[in-house]
């Protein structure tokens, strides 16, 4: 009987690990894959740049500015009920977005589907405390981790071959029956939401608050295509005034969104900043090694996707090993552990690169890479480890929009350096020794920010 017993909770523990696996990983492929399809959609719907780039900003916005309160939502009504909404949303709204005959209509399925990543992103992680015994968290971690990090660096290069198969709505359509599948590993394996609480006790001034800032952050970093106007500053700054706004009534409210209490929490605030950071540097990868690859080594779009696979491959060969790694020898060793191989990594590109070209772009990625999956189980497990059933939802969406506005400064940030060192905006033009110092000058200051990530976790966990 007790043999039986632990088949049965090893069992649904895999399955239970296998739906928040394929939760991840949709919304994470759901971020980067429609990037590739920008011309194919401007060409069919006969629509300017300005307007289909609206088909990746729908999703990125609704994912960002909703996680937080999703997640909140999650503590207070139930986490698998909303999980499970999620998960339908997303998969209705990926059939609707890939049967979608107009544009607008293809950019409000898109904003859909972001609603129902936010709740993917948001509620996965906060259920590895009640699926995984204590001393595994940190192998869960790695592995969801792994999931996040795929999705994101497998986006453009399988977008590109259903494309370049069966047309741009095959993008979306392909999400179906996975999405399928987690609904099906969620409803059967998750445990069941205990009751649910008074509506009254949801932040909705909170929620709207945060909501307005962060759309403001957000578009400030992705409107005028790479350039910083006027239009940019003014949202910065409005995002700026929101974010002070949104602490006052935070201190004020009778049952916040936020509470303060989680940021006085020992090296939280720090956790934050640094997944930001490393998350920032992650999507420098994908901005500016493109250009590197095929200007300055002049790799064809083969090559260049090859190359490009080789930060997925590492990272599924490296996620499980380095949450087991977490689980062994601790969160805080492990975490500090990963950001000096990032640091590392980070400054082996500009260096091994111009000594040794493809190869040492190449065995930097391979170093790059298991820091930041080695960093991100650690970091995942040191925060959620702590964290009371009560906010495990709205802790975990913090964790994801910490990293979604990471990934969304580094797109802009690190993509108007890399222009500027460049010396000119028209990149697939310009001259193959400016590429490499854009290149040089970019991962330089990658390096800078995960040393500033290394300094702030030594510091809050001394």
Known sequence: MADARTLTTTHGTAGALGGLSLAILLSSLGTSIANVALPTLAEGFAAPFGQVQWVVLAYLLASTVLIVGVGRLGDLFGRRRLLLAGLVLFTVASALAGLAPTLP??????????????????????FVSETVPRERIGSAMGL???????????????GGLLIAGFGWPAIFLVAIPFGLAA????????????????????????????????TAYALAMTVGKG???????????????????????QRRAAAPLIRPAAFRRAGFRASLAANGLVATVMMATLVVGPFYLARTLRLGPAGVGFVLAVGPFVSIASGVVAGRMVDR?????????GLAAMSLGAL???????????????????LLTPGYQLFQAANNAAVMGGVGVEERGVISGLLALSRNLGLITGASLM????????????????????????????????????????????RSRA
């Open 105 to 126: 209509l293809l950019i409000a399925a898109r904003a859909l589907q972001g609603l129902g990543a936010a709740a993917m992103m948001a509620l996965a992680m906060a």
């Open 144 to 158: 969801l981790g792994t999931m996040s990090a795929v999705g994101t660096a497998l986006g453009p290069s399988l």
């Open 183 to 214: 609904l099906a590993l969620v409803w059967r394996f998750l445990p069941a939401d205990r009751a649910g609480a008074a509506a009254a006790r949801f932040d909705f001034p909170g929620t709207g608050l945060l909501a307005v800032t962060l």
């Open 227 to 249: 350039a910083f106007g006027p239009l940019n500053a003014a949202l910065v700054a409005a995002s700026a005034a929101g974010m002070g706004l949104f602490v006052l009534q």
């Open 329 to 337: 020898f601790g969160a805080r060793r492990m975490g500090l552990g």
């Open 348 to 366: 082996g590109l500009p260096i091994l690169s111009a000594f040794l070209g493809l190869a040492g772009y190449v065995a930097a990625i391979v």
């Open 415 to 458: 993509g108007a350096v890399f222009t500027l060192a460049v010396g000119s905006r028209a990149l697939t033009q310009a001259d193959p020794a400016a590429i490499a110092t854009g290149m040089q000058v970019t991962f330089t200051l990658a390096a800078v920010l995960v040393l500033a990530a290394l300094a702030l976790m030594a």
